[in-house]
């Protein structure tokens, strides 16, 4: 098939110029499980909207983790599909996150904590590969399990070395640490949504939350439809378990939720009625579990990042082989909803 023929989020894919380009878009994409150079340029320019500094190590943390695959000869299509980019952004993202004193717009990192990054990032490369290989027998996918702990790791390791300022941690790391008699208002609401898709990214700026949406509605509506679920459903938990408003309204008991609602939502699961159910019972069980992760690392000053969202999602997809009522997604073959649907449909009545 000719380069012009193909549609055109596919077409730079295998170009000799721009392939790694697209792979690295991909990469940022995958973080919210969309494989779209398009989606990727979107959530990163939505970055680049609330920080400068954020949006250039998004762009550090794919292009080394990527190009750490490139040199060790990684399976091409898993380049290709941008999968062993995402982490490398996510890891990059956290470490200049929680290690500036302003959280929102992050500091310019010193050459010191930038070569720390760039080997955090190369490093989620090899573990997520360890993952792939350790989990490929139970088809479930690493998820951001490389991430989380080469993000807990390298963060416990700045505490140690006087040449990265490790900073205040000016992010609240845990429930208790708001003011809980703040009244939930509308902004809560709207704020809360949109802050618990920022922070997937490290974003606390609400409108960047929102331009992200946008990024993954390129590439697949129910995706992006999943995503304010998650987030609106670990507010509505949280307001109904009476978590602190300011916890709430910083997106911090949603960003978990939201990726949750999408990995179960039509992505590893072919999304029906009961598959939908099975995934608001995941949405709530993991906004739970983000504040029972958050007391528990609170003493030893570490965030939970996303590993409620990986505990929760693993265990639900190992558990959906035994139970008839879903209908399970491949990691290999997972695309989007519509498409998983779609093929699902045509072999049930072929």
Known sequence: MAQTDLPFQDRYRDHPAFGFADWCL??????VFQNNPLSGLIILLALFFNSAVYGTICILGVVVATGMAM???????????G?????????GLALVAFTSADFRTGAVPSLPMAVYIVFAAAMT???????????????????TAPFVLTG??????VLKF??????????????????????????????????AIGQIFFQDNWI??????????????????????????????AVAFGGPEGAIRDGLFGYNSALTAIALGGFFLVLTWRSFLYTLFGIV??????ASVAIFLEPIGMPVLTSTFVLVTWLMLLGQYGFRALVPVPPAEATTPEDNRRRHIGSVTR
């Open 285 to 290: 069980v993991t906004t739970w579990l983000w």
């Open 83 to 91: 999968l062993f980019g995402f982490n490398g952004v996510l890891v």
């Open 26 to 31: 991909r990469g940022i994409g995958q973080v």
């Open 125 to 143: 490369t090899i573990v997520f590969q360890a993952l792939a290989t350790l989990l490929g027998p139970h088809k479930v996918a690493a998820l």
């Open 152 to 157: 807990w790791l390298f963060l416990f390791a």
């Open 208 to 237: 960047t939350g929102y331009l992200i949406i946008v990024g993954i509605a390129v590439n697949s509506r129910i995706s992006a439809g999943m995503a304010l679920v998650g987030a609106a459903g670990a507010a509505l938990v």
């Open 71 to 81: 040199l060790l000869q990684a399976d091409r299509v898993l380049m290709r599909d």
């Open 162 to 195: 006087a040449a990265i300022e490790a900073g205040p941690l000016a992010k609240p790391v845990s429930p208790d640490q708001f003011d809980a008699a703040v009244a939930y208002t509308l902004p809560t609401w709207y704020m809360g949504i949109g802050n």
